[in-house]
Nanobody
Framework: VQLVESGGGLVQPGESLRLSCAAS????????MSWYRQAPGKERELVAT????????KYADSVKGRFAISRDNFRNTVYLQMNGLKPEDTAVYYC?????????WGQGTQVTVSS
């Protein structure tokens, strides 16, 4: 199983970013996918989850209405569109999936929101 995130960077408050996570080594279309984030000195938190056919999503209260998770089962990729970014969104963002009892994580991509 391999998860590779990309798309992070430094942006100003109010701007947007789209993160991507390319998955391989498993049947991507059969598993829920999630995005987590971890800010310095804080615990890792769940940001968003999407089901296998993109009919259900769930978001942390802090990002509702600003972030959107989506997936492309043909490209084995999950996305996180982040709009209206705030300084408190600064964190390393991780792609995650659970296969049975095992959790798999990407290496993370840094998002920094600062003026």
């Amino acid at each position: 199983v391999q998860l590779v995130e990309s798309g992070g960077g430094l942006v100003q408050p109010g701007e947007s970013l789209r993160l991507s996570c390319a998955a391989s080594g498993f049947t991507f279309s059969s598993y829920y996918m999630s995005w987590y984030r971890q800010a310095p000195g804080k615990e890792r938190e769940l940001v968003a989850t999407i089901n296998t056919i993109s009919s259900w999503t769930k978001y942390a209260d802090s990002v509702k209405g600003r972030f959107a998770i989506s997936r492309d089962n043909f490209r084995n990729t999950v996305y996180l569109q982040m709009n209206g970014l705030k300084p408190e969104d600064t964190a390393v963002y991780y792609c995650q999936c659970s296969l049975g009892r095992n959790n798999y994580w990407g290496q993370g991509t840094q998002v920094t929101v600062s003026s």
